[in-house]
């Protein structure tokens, strides 16, 4: 997989877009929408990313980012979990973001 699900994973729980450019004009897109499979992206020939916009966490929100080998640090995970939760005033979560990766070739979100 290589270094797929590295800063994907992470940037799918914050919740990131991309900016591309292209002859006609630009769009934006959630990274999740993005990456297709191993290094293949929704990018047409004609496309160049410009921009990765991450949103501010909100006031209270934690991020984590986990990454699962079988026996070293040095192997390839086999499970890499992103995750931005918020909680509300109460100790429940308000909001919670997964992001999870070699249970599929791309990043997901959950």
Known sequence: MGNTERPPAALVALGATVGARFQA???TLPVEDLIVDYYQTRLE????LTRITVP???PRAVSKYI???A?????EPTVT????ALPNGDGALKEL???LVRLRHTPSGA
């Open 81 to 84: 979990v992103a995750a931005r």
């Open 25 to 27: 004009g630009h769009r």
């Open 97 to 99: 973001r997964l992001a």
């Open 67 to 69: 990454r699962v080998s």
């Open 45 to 48: 020939p004609d496309e160049i």
């Open 56 to 58: 501010d966490l909100a």
């Open 71 to 75: 026996r070293s640090v040095m192997e």
